[in-house]
C-alpha cells in the first residue's frame, strides 16, 4: 500500500494565492530618414539578481510566474485562511521562488484532475501532497492500463498514512483489517481510495463499502456523522485534523502511521528544463535552512528529506 501518495485532503481549500508579474513588450516607432531594418516590436527580457534565475525556461522567465495547481483543503500541507492559499506547500515555494526569482501562483482545483492540468498546459507544476509512485510516473491507472504521458516528480517531503477515525474511535478501528464489513470514506482519485480497494478485495465475503467524496472534508464530515468509520490521510495532515477539528474533540488517529513514501512536486514529462531548476532550488533552500524553518513553523520535521531527487517513488 504506498499510500503516503498522494494526497488527500483535509481541511478547507480552494482559492488562489500568489500574483505573478507579465512582461510586456513595447513597440519602439521609428521615423525619418536612413536604415529602419531595426523597427517594429520587440520583446524585452527579464532578468532577475536570483540565483537560479537563468535555469528556468525563458517562458517563465518571462511570465515572471510558476503556476502552480492544488487542492487547497488539505491542512496544514495546503489549504485556504482569509482567502489565501497557505500551509507547508505554498511556503516551501515561497522559498523555492527567492532562489528562482519568480512567483509561485496557486489555484486551486479538484485533487484529481491536478495530472490533467499539466498535461494540457493549463499549470506548470502540481504542487499538492501528491505522492511520488511507478504508476503516476508512467500516466496508469490502478489496473495498470495507460491513461496519460506520466510526470516527472521532484521529491521534497517524506510521510506515512493513517487512518483518521471518530474521537474515541468507537469502532476500535486500528489497522486496516478492522475495516472489514465497515464503511469508510476518502476522496476520490488519492492512493487512500486505492489503498481502500485493495483491503476490499481483502476483505472478501466480509464486505469493505466505499464512499468516495470531491473533497477529504466531505470525506471527515462522513465519519463525524457516523455514516462511516474511517477516513485515510498523510500522517501529518490525520493529525492537524485530529488536533484542530472541533477544538480536537471531533476526530483521533487509528493505529500507527504506516507506508512511509515522498509527496513530489510533478511536472510534465517533456518539461525537463524546469524540473532540473526546480531539483537544484530545493537543493539549495535544504543547504541553506529555509526549508528546515518552513517545516519546523508547520511541526513537521519527522518529514524532511536530506537531498531533492527526481521519481525516487516506488
Known amino acids: 500500500m504506498t499510500a503516503s501518495t498522494t494526497r488527500r485532503t483535509t481541511a478547507a481549500r480552494s482559492r488562489i494565492a500568489a500574483v505573478g508579474a507579465i512582461a510586456v513588450a513595447g513597440a519602439l516607432i521609428l521615423t525619418g530618414c536612413g536604415d529602419q531594418t531595426d523597427s517594429g516590436t520587440k520583446a524585452q527580457d527579464k532578468t ?5 534565475f ?56 479538484t485533487f484529481d484532475g491536478l495530472i490533467t492540468s499539466l498535461e494540457t498546459g493549463r499549470q506548470d507544476i502540481a ?3 501528491i505522492t511520488d509512485n511507478k504508476r503516476r510516473q508512467e500516466g496508469l491507472d490502478e489496473k495498470g492500463a495507460k491513461i496519460g504521458k506520466g510526470v516527472d516528480f521532484v521529491d521534497y517531503f517524506s510521510s506515512g498514512v493513517s487512518l483518521l477515525v471518530k ?25 487512500y481510495e486505492d489503498t481502500f480497494k485493495a483491503q476490499a478485495e481483502k476483505c472478501g465475503d466480509k464486505k469493505l463499502t466505499i464512499e ?11 465519519v463525524k456523522a ?27 488517529v487509528g493505529g500507527q502511521q504506516t507506508d512511509v513514501g515522498l509527496f513530489g512536486i510533478a511536472i510534465a514529462k517533456e518539461n525537463t528544463q524546469l524540473r532540473d531548476a526546480l531539483k537544484e532550488a530545493l537543493d539549495a ?24 531527487t527526481v521519481n525516487a517513488g516506488q
Request: proline residues 4%.
Open 167 to 191: 474521537k474515541g474511535n468507537p469502532d476500535n478501528i486500528k489497522s486496516l483489517d478492522d475495516l472489514c464489513g465497515k464503511t469508510v470514506a476518502v476522496q476520490r482519485g488519492t492512493i
Open 285 to 308: 533552500i535544504i543547504k541553506d535552512g529555509s526549508y528546515a524553518k518552513v517545516l519546523e513553523k508547520w511541526d513537521v520535521k519527522g518529514s524532511a528529506v536530506q537531498s531533492a
Open 48 to 52: 532577475s539578481d536570483a540565483p537560479l
Open 54 to 109: 537563468s535555469k528556468l525556461p525563458k517562458k517563465i522567465q518571462d511570465a515572471g510566474v510558476i503556476k502552480v495547481g492544488t487542492d487547497a483543503a488539505y491542512a496544514p500541507m495546503e489549504y485556504t485562511e482569509g482567502g489565501k492559499i497557505v500551509g507547508v506547500d505554498p511556503d516551501i515555494a515561497e522559498a523555492l521562488g527567492k532562489q528562482l526569482g519568480v512567483k509561485f501562483q496557486f489555484t486551486s482545483g
Open 226 to 252: 457516523g455514516g462511516a468509520v474511517a477516513d485515510m490521510n498523510d500522517y501529518p495532515v490525520a493529525a492537524h485534523i485530529a488536533k484542530t477539528s472541533g477544538g480536537g474533540n471531533d476526530f483521533e
Open 127 to 129: 504542487m499538492s501532497s
Open 212 to 222: 468516495a467524496f470531491d473533497t477529504d472534508a466531505e470525506a471527515q464530515t462522513r
